[in-house]
């Protein structure tokens, strides 16, 4: 079993920028992908970006290129999501997720374990 506990989600205005944590605990995997989603009320869930263990391979969705940026810290279990120059419409709770052997980082499917959610505010 694996717990993913994000942290980091906050109000700010345009422009300004965040960086939320996902803390992994429990099983381990080399073959895992974590990955952050978020939902805004009303829409379906959509995926932000992924990041694979094995080889660092990261994935965006293309609201977000270029302003957002996964990372990975193994020995810590901890990804992270640094967002820059954020937007209104970056305005949703965003969740941590994680699955192993991973073939479509965008696909909601592929992951079996999600956090609970850390709420983004951003205020034009």
């Known amino acids: 079993q694996v717990r993913l506990e994000e942290s980091g989600g906050d109000s700010v205005t345009a422009g300004g920028s965040l960086r939320l944590s996902c803390l992994a605990t429990g099983h381990t995997s080399s073959n895992r992908c974590m990955a952050w989603y978020r939902q805004v009320p009303g829409k379906e869930r959509e995926g932000v970006a992924a990041i694979f263990f094995r080889e660092s391979r990261t994935w965006y969705a293309d609201p977000v290129k270029g302003r957002f940026t996964i990372s990975l810290d193994k020995e810590k279990n901890t990804a992270y999501l640094q967002m820059n120059r954020l937007k209104s419409e970056d305005t949703a709770i965003y969740y941590c997720?994680?699955?192993?052997?991973?073939?479509?980082?965008?696909?909601?499917?592929?992951?079996?374990?999600w956090g609970q959610g850390t709420q983004v505010t951003v205020s034009s």
């Open positions: 997720a994680a699955g192993d052997y991973v073939a479509e980082p965008g696909r909601q499917s592929e992951y079996n374990y």
